[in-house]
């Protein structure tokens, strides 16, 4: 199975910041990288796909980048509804996996 | 865009089975690939199995292996997972979720809770 970790495991941060999340894939998986946000009670939110592809309706305060095993997520000026968990996925092959997540939380 | 409506809360009881549904809408189920995840309460992200785009069948991840049973009615365009021999470990929310590589839609989650 590939492994995934995401670093931080938790940031702190201000609106207006500009946070930057990496994920590493434990073997390389090309692009077949997707990123979502969550927030409690809810269901998982689509961000980035392709490792670097906007999700329609996703704000361009988001972009990804990366390829191969390693990979970023950045949010150029935090907004407070962007506080939230951050979960990387890989679909390169079976099983899919996720990264342990990256909570965004209020300085 | 894909609507995910899944079925309500389970209570269940140690060695039970739980069998929870997800209907799509705006697209037939035949089009589309789905999964199951679920997150266990304050934890991450758990992939169970879903529809392999490429080939067309199910698959399992290997944790579930002989203890999961995902299925397709497409006739009413419905996806159910059915979890058998439950233990408080499989207390977790279950989402339903729509893609082939990645998940684009999600259903809104269904809680079980396994307790005696």
């Given at each position: 199975d590939i492994q995934m970790?995401?670093?931080?495991?938790?940031?702190?941060?201000?609106?207006?910041?500009?946070?930057t999340i990496t994920?590493?894939?434990?073997?390389?998986?090309?692009?077949?990288?997707?990123?979502?946000?969550?927030?409690?009670?809810?269901a998982p939110?689509?961000?980035?796909?392709?490792?670097?592809f906007l999700q329609s309706g996703v704000p361009s305060r988001f972009?990804?980048?990366?390829?191969?095993?390693?990979?970023?997520?950045?949010?150029?000026?935090?907004?407070?509804?962007?506080?939230?968990?951050?979960?990387c996925q890989q679909g390169n092959s079976f099983p899919f996996t996720f990264g342990p997540g990256t909570k965004v939380d209020i300085k | 865009q894909v609507q995910v409506v899944q079925s309500g809360a389970e209570v269940k009881k140690p060695g039970a089975s739980v069998k929870v549904s997800c209907k799509v809408s705006?697209?037939?189920?035949?089009?589309?690939?789905?999964?199951?995840?679920?997150?266990?309460?304050?934890?991450?992200?758990?992939w169970m199995g879903g529809v392999d785009a490429e080939e067309g069948e199910i698959v399992y991840a290997q944790k579930f292996q002989g203890?999961?049973?995902?299925?397709?009615?497409?006739?009413?365009?419905?996806?159910?997972?059915?979890?058998?021999?439950?233990?408080?470990?499989?207390?977790?929310v279950y989402y339903c979720a729509v893609g082939a590589f990645r998940f684009d839609d999600w259903g809104q989650g269904t809680l079980v809770t396994v307790s005696s």
């Open positions: 970790t995401q670093s931080p495991s938790s940031v702190s941060a201000s609106v207006g910041d500009r946070v994920c590493r894939a434990s073997q390389g998986i090309s692009n077949w990288l997707a990123w979502y946000q969550q927030t409690p009670g809810k939110k689509l961000l980035i796909y392709g490792a670097s972009s990804g980048s990366g390829s191969g095993t390693d990979f970023t997520l950045t949010i150029s000026s935090l907004q407070p509804e962007d506080f939230a968990t951050y979960f | 705006g697209y037939s189920l035949t089009e589309l690939s789905m999964h199951w995840v679920r997150q266990a309460p304050g934890k991450g992200l758990e203890r999961v049973t995902m299925t397709e009615d497409t006739s009413t365009d419905t996806a159910y997972m059915e979890l058998s021999s439950l233990t408080s470990e499989d207390t977790a």
